[in-house]
Antibody
Framework: EVQLLESGGGLVQPGGSLRLSCAAS????????MTWVRQAPGKGLEWVSA????????FYADSVKGRFTISRDNSKNTLYLQMNSLTAEDTAVYYC??????????WGQGTLVTVSS | EIVMTQSPATLSVSPGERATLSCRAS??????LAWYQQKPGQAPRLLIY???TRATGIPGRFSGSGSGTEFTLTISSLQSEDFALYYC?????????FGQGTKVEIK
């Protein structure tokens, strides 16, 4: 059974940093691209970033480019999202999802990031 | 960036009736289109990919059609568990983009 478990969310001040993690199990992690999608309170889904199975290629939404970094540790079956220079507009539930290989066939339950002073 | 536009924003349907949701892309995405269902407090769930292929475990009452810029998700006979938000998403180009969603509510 595929399982994705996000962690690392919380309250952070504007300008601060946070690193999200997504622990994966139930599939060959190193063979699967992964993605982060976020959802601001009461709003729709916004794709944030993606990474290939090897980690050799990464992709970002313009809204986070230069501030967020996606990475993975295939030895730990874990996906990461390093978020810097956070603003209130980054407040959202962040979901990790497995790509198959282009659409998102499994999703975690999400972790809430709140940016506020 | 490809803009995905869904209509209507809200669809009021009685149980047992058919629901038809639309999704339009600002430029051709071929058949690189997925549909997701999201219920309150839950993560999205993949329903349809490649515009018309049902994901594993998705009931036959869900069907997708279209290609290029115009797509449709049809729920043939709405069940109580189908009242939810539905999103389309293109994966033809980077960045991946979602529509703003259609809420299917009980009439």
């Amino acid at each position: 059974e595929v399982q994705l478990l996000e962690s690392g969310g919380g309250l952070v001040q504007p300008g601060g940093s946070l690193r999200l993690s997504c622990a994966a199990s139930g599939f060959t992690f190193s063979s699967s691209g992964m993605t982060w999608v976020r959802q601001a309170p009461g709003k729709g889904l916004e794709w944030v970033s993606a990474i290939t199975g090897s980690g050799g290629n990464t992709f970002y939404a313009d809204s986070v480019k230069g501030r967020f970094t996606i990475s993975r540790d295939n030895s730990k079956n874990t996906l990461y999202l390093q978020m810097n220079s956070l603003t209130a507009e980054d407040t959202a539930v962040y979901y990790c999802a497995k790509t198959a290989p282009y659409y998102f066939n499994y999703w975690g339950q999400g972790t809430l990031v709140t940016v506020s002073s | 960036e490809i803009v995905m536009t869904q209509s209507p924003a809200t669809l009021s349907v009685s149980p047992g009736e058919r629901a038809t949701l639309s999704c339009r892309a600002s430029q051709s995405v071929n058949s690189d289109l997925a549909w997701y269902q999201q219920k309150p407090g839950q993560a999205p769930r993949l329903l349809i990919y490649a515009a018309s292929t049902r994901a594993t475990g998705i009931p036959g009452r869900f069907s997708g059609s279209g290609s290029g810029t115009e797509f449709t998700l049809t729920i043939s006979s709405l069940q109580s568990e189908d009242f939810a938000l539905y999103y389309c998403q293109q994966y033809s180009n980077w960045p991946r983009t979602f529509g703003q969603g259609t809420k299917v509510e009980i009439k």
